[in-house]
């Protein structure tokens, strides 16, 4: 879709990503989402293309790029499977830019070339059994000892874990002051005292895979600490804004792939002697639908060009990512109606995105955090 913000280089930017798309994802969504998993080696496709080392400087391997590049491609890899985009994005706009800002020179020079060539993918461990929402109520602790750390907690619902080569955990270093006391560690995957569950089953998202990671006596040590002792995870909240734009972009794509789906069962299906398009009520809810997701578009890439102008974009990365995702929500389930039981049948793409949309409003910060987020801009 042609936009003011986008210049030409964008646009064939996108051309590639479509048609990788269209070639290597869209053909094995379903099969991926009824498997639970997708080849590993789709990172070194990413990796071939480029696009793990989006925002990642050129001193670690990485090729720069804009957060309105990174939001083009989440939206491209979205409207293919909802499912890829995820791990895509925690390993880049989570995994990878906590190192990026956070992380010493030594550090991304230790652990960003080999996360952009695509040999190693990471998760992002925050969530916990207790912790969600409130994010004070972390309880994985970090306790300092000796030249190091010694973690003991557990962590759940971790993307990408099963095959993580490496973890960015939240643990508290300092637990008796709440979030102030948060910090961030990268962690090998391999080091002992690491237990990684089996894959967790879900509701969508099917082909990417999440589990739970217990942390017994697992000792890492100074060099693992990712910025500031105290305040890293406050830090990482200011700085990590890439994903929330990653979530309403992967909330337009899906959206824009249901969209699709049902203007075409709708062009096709022929009820009481025409074709669903020519009723006025299927005509205005795809044109609701577009409109929607077209605000949702426009909002999620002027967040994007005011993070890429070095302007303050905290609301409206709250913004975006909300109005986005619940748009995204609405517009599955006005597709999957459209397309009545057809689109309810296992073998439809449209019930895949039905089952995907939801968690795009819960994860990411939930659509109330956003909400929190948004008032406190308001200064209520
Ligand atoms: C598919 C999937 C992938 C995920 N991947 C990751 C990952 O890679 N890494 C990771 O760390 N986590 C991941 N998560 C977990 C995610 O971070 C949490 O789901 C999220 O933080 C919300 O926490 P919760 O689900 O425990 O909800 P809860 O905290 O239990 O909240 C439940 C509901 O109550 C609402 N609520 C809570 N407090 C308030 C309040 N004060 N006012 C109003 N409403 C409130 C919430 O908004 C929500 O709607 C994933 C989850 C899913 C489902």
């Not at 929500?329 to 459209?338: G, K, N, Q, S, V």
Request: aromatic residues 8%; negative net charge.
């Amino acid at each position: 879709m042609n936009n003011l913000l986008l210049e030409s280089e964008h646009n064939q930017f996108v051309e590639s990503a479509r048609r990788f798309v269209d070639a290597e994802i869209i053909p094995n969504a379903t099969e991926w989402d009824i498997a639970e998993s997708y080849p590993r080696e789709l990172f070194d496709k990413f990796a071939e293309l480029g696009w793990l080392g989006i925002g990642v400087p050129e001193a670690y391997g990485g090729c720069g790029g804009s957060s309105i590049l990174y939001a083009l491609l989440c939206a491209e890899l979205a409207r293919g499977s909802a499912a890829i985009a995820l791990g895509f994005y925690v390993h880049t706009a989570l995994a990878n830019s906590a190192l990026v800002h956070l992380g010493s020179e030594a550090q991304c020079k230790r652990w960003l070339p080999a996360a952009v060539d695509g040999s190693k993918v990471g998760c992002w461990a925050y969530a916990e059994p207790n912790a969600g929402a409130d994010v004070s109520s972390v309880t994985t602790k970090a306790t300092p000892d000796g030249d190091g750390y010694v973690l003991n907690g557990t962590k759940i619902y971790i993307t990408n874990s099963p095959f993580a080569d490496y973890m960015i955990v939240v643990a508290a270093t300092r637990p008796e002051q709440g979030m102030k006391g948060l910090s961030v560690f990268v962690v090998d995957a391999d080091t002992p005292g690491i237990t990684v569950s089996k894959p967790l089953q879900k509701l969508g998202m099917g082909a990417s895979e999440m589990a739970e990671i217990v942390f017994t006596d697992c000792r890492v040590s100074k060099e693992n600490l990712l910025g500031p002792e105290q305040g890293g995870f406050t830090r990482a909240l200011k700085v990590l804004t890439l994903g929330r734009i990653a979530s309403a972009a992967l909330g337009v794509g899906l959206g824009r792939a249901a969209l699709q789906e049902a203007k075409h069962y709708c062009s096709e299906r022929v009820q009481f002697g025409v074709p669903l398009v020519k009723n006025q009520f299927v005509r205005f809810t795809l044109a609701d639908m577009a409109t929607r997701l077209e605000a949702a578009w426009q909002l999620t890439l002027h967040t994007a060009a005011l993070a890429d102008a070095g302007q303050a974009h905290d609301q409206q990365a709250s913004m975006a990512k909300l109005f986005a995702t619940e748009t995204c929500t609405w517009a599955c389930e006005r597709a999957l109606h459209l397309c009545g039981a057809q689109g309810y049948m296992k073998v439809s793409a449209v019930q895949r995105f039905y089952r995907d949309c939801k968690v795009l409003e819960i994860g990411e910060g939930t659509s109330e955090i956003q909400r929190e987020t948004i008032a406190r801009h308001l200064g209520v």
